[in-house]
């Protein structure tokens, strides 16, 4: 637990997030998540292969597609679907990866923890954020 404290830490200090599900359902929290970062000033870009942009802001296919190498990716997505962007995480050199509840299984952290990334799950970003409002 000590350690996912940590990886909080380092996440939140990091500035440039993608958020995997980023949706324009603004009662889902893939709009929730990907808008509340970026009201804390956060450099925020939406993934999800079904939209091409939300509130005028780019959405993008996949994490390849984006123009910088994210921080931190938040995963807003079922287990899944996270489990298959590991790997391009990883091609991409991604350390940090932020599992929002419902978004993982025992398969998705154990694949994660083998591929040596910094995690964090049991957690809320949107939780962590409306507590610093």
């Not at 994210?70 to 079922?78: R, S, T």
């Not at 991604?94 to 995690?119: C, H, R, S």
């Amino acid at each position: 637990m000590k350690k996912m404290k940590k990886n909080k830490a380092e996440m939140l200090d990091k500035k440039v997030w993608a958020v995997v599900g980023a949706t324009p359902s603004e009662e889902k929290f893939g709009y929730k998540i990907w808008e509340i970062l970026r009201e804390h000033d956060y450099e925020t870009y939406g993934v999800n292969p079904k939209y091409d942009e939300i509130k005028g802001q780019k959405i993008y296919k996949s994490l390849k597609d984006i123009p910088v190498k994210p921080d931190v990716i938040d995963f807003v997505v079922p287990p899944k679907v996270t489990l298959a962007f590991l790997e391009e995480a990883k091609e991409l050199g991604i350390e940090y990866l932020w599992f929002q509840p419902g978004t993982f299984d025992d398969n998705v952290i154990e694949k994660a923890e083998e591929m040596g990334f910094k995690i964090l799950y049991h957690d809320c970003v949107l939780a962590t954020l409306k507590e610093i409002e």
